[in-house]
C-alpha cells in the first residue's frame, strides 16, 4: 500500500512563501492523479490542487494564481509552491492518491477531480501558519 508523506510546512508571514512536498513510497505520482487538501480547524477538508498523470491540472478558486502544484516523477514526489499566502490559508496541508479511473478509448485512466471523496492514502499532513 503505498504511503505518502508530507513536508515543508512551517510559519510565515502574510504575502511570503512555502513550497511544500510529499514523497511517495511507489511510482503513484506517475500513475495516479494526485492532489493537495487542507483542513483549517472546524472546518471540512477541502481541495487545493490535482494533477493528472498527463500533468493537467485543476485548482481550486481560491488558489489559482498563487499555488502551484508540480510533481517529479523520477523522485516519486509531489510539490505544491504557495506564493502570496495569507492568513486565511493557515491549515494542514495533506497530499493524496485518486482513487477513480475510467475507460476511454481503450484505456483506462485516473479520474483526476477536486472531489476530496475521489481521493485516499493520504499523508500525515504538515501545517502551514500564516501570520498577518
Known amino acids: 500500500q503505498v504511503q505518502l508523506m508530507e513536508s515543508g510546512g512551517g510559519s510565515v508571514q502574510a504575502g511570503g512563501s512555502l513550497r511544500l512536498s510529499c514523497a511517495a513510497s511507489?511510482?503513484?505520482?506517475?500513475?495516479?492523479?494526485m492532489g493537495w487538501f487542507r483542513q483549517a480547524p472546524g472546518k471540512e477538508r477541502e481541495a487545493v490542487a490535482t494533477?493528472?498523470?498527463?500533468?493537467?491540472?485543476n485548482y481550486a478558486s481560491a488558489m489559482k494564481g498563487r499555488f502551484t502544484i508540480s510533481k517529479d516523477n523520477a523522485k516519486k514526489i509531489l510539490n505544491l509552491q504557495m506564493d502570496s499566502l495569507k492568513p486565511e490559508d493557515t491549515a494542514k496541508y495533506y497530499c493524496?492518491?485518486?482513487?477513480?479511473?475510467?475507460?476511454?478509448?481503450?484505456?483506462?485512466?485516473?479520474?483526476?477531480?477536486?472531489?476530496?471523496?475521489?481521493?485516499?492514502?493520504w499523508g500525515q499532513g504538515t501545517q502551514v501558519t500564516v501570520f498577518s
Open positions: 494533477m493528472n498523470t498527463d500533468g493537467s491540472t
Open positions: 493524496a492518491a485518486g482513487l477513480r479511473w475510467q475507460y476511454i478509448g481503450g484505456r483506462v485512466v485516473p479520474i483526476c477531480s477536486l472531489a476530496t471523496d475521489d481521493f485516499g492514502a
Open positions: 511507489q511510482d503513484t505520482v506517475s500513475t495516479h492523479c
